[in-house]
């Protein structure tokens, strides 16, 4: 699997490392951008689309990065649980808040599992 | 599939109904409950979980509910994202919260697939 | 989405058809086998390996059916749910190992998400 | 990502430790438990829990860690799938078994998705 | 859960359906567009986003069709199976390449599967 | 997790292994193949199935082999992924094919969510 670093990129690569750097205040990208630059067109509206989703709104960004990890943590991709679990805590979260973020997690998991298991019917006006 | 309703329900069984109806102010129990009412250890011991994790402590209702949420959409469980939907609507997440989730969600759809099919390397440090 | 029945079929999905009728002892055959019938060379492949696989060995055919139903619930699939349910109640699976098999489902589902979401190391020797 | 020794475990970690040992009858927990250990109410609860569950019942306990081996590895969790074909040796499973086993959760695979690929409607009854 | 129809979106969810209904030569849009409209910025960058994946390029647009089939199939998500099988069908897959599609997909889930349960390492040089 | 060398096979393996190395021209199997040697019939049905599926037919080799990457990547399995990505360069699949197939998986992950946690209602006709 290649990663492709600055110094090898083209320009139009290195425009959204350069965006990415900037606007996380990074000295340089995380290897998910250097992967994802041997293909120039996913790269750029990969970062486009994050950007607009992960700013500021009706949600703040610490809720917003603890939903991405919850997300990534149920999905079972261990290389975005390392990557959202140290984001997260860099905007915040505390280990008690991991913590019950986890056991909000394992519980999830498990009557997910059960409500498919025993085929529950919605309820109605659900 | 089986719903045991409270009319039918053991002594064992009404007691944990009754335990949730008075902790949520409701009249009657989901469905799910209704379907775990088969095994009435599991149903007991879901429920006391349950009550656990979800009390407030260093993340508040509304959080832990949209991250349960999190979890049941990207598990795919359609009952679960339909009832923990509703369960966070009712603790007061809006349209443009609800907006925002999803994308959220989406977006680490994506990101998550595109890292684990190009087998991105955790990063040095996390 | 299309089901071939027994009257409709070929005479290639006919023999396939008599073979699982002839060794399940049933009138008719599951829909999951209608409609594999649109793809003759995928049913018959099917069939041969399901019945090798579900013959008695060195595991019993209800745990073997156990294992198939744990599989397709914990994969989320719901046909596969409902027809490995009924599967393993035809096998002799009581209420109770119904209720335990589903504490065990849940459980392990609880402890699969944590593990990941932790990023737990795995233990020297294993 | 840490994991908490017994050495430098406060004293509810401890307890906790304690009786999985007791349990178990090993010299140290696994890296699964010493993970869990940042989390307190998590540890405790989870391992009562699991406690439990796979206590002797209407399934015997090598049928358990047999069908928790089959969720885990289903579920694509490695650690779990590493421990429960570990944990299952342990109760008696045998090579044969293992592969019975595996060929199980392989047939399921095909077949759950086969089954959703087509939308096949639940069959009456069922 | 609410659909959103043509008569009743904003400005600004309109001009995403125009653009969806002139792009694709069809009367009105999908369901999911019309689910999606609840959050307008969403619905643009999706659309803006699918256009750009699903354009002619080194791959045609058959090719990228089955394969958005079979990442749907795979991870079991209904809706998406039935509308990317019926758009593959009206950009020229025939039974038999259907059938095909579903015997990879039925084969790639059974080794997925064994090759997670028996944890086996990546050769040298992948 | 024990890999079965040739020189240490039986037979029954040695056939298998000798038929992959014919039809692969290759000089020795892959891990999955000597990991699945651990259960002969498993080894032997499993290569018989994936030799008639990976068939020339309605849909090319090539095709095949990207539709089983794409099964792979969205199954989350790292090792299956490794292998098809090189099985799928090895039969022609460009980087700018590889780029697009991602691209493709990517937004597939991302409107599935979507689609499933907005419980969209399939459309009539489908």
Known sequence: MALIEYADASAEVRAVFDDIKAARGVADVNNFWKALAVHPPTLKRTWESLKQVMAPGALDPLTKEMLYLAASA?????????????AARAKGMTEAMHGELLAVLGMAAETNRLAEALRVPIDPGL
Chains 1, 2, 3, 4, 5, 6 share one sequence.
């Not at 149920?74 to 140290?86: E, I, K, L, Q, R």
């Open 74 to 86: 149920t999905a079972g991709c261990a290389y975005c649980t390392a990557s959202h679990t140290a």
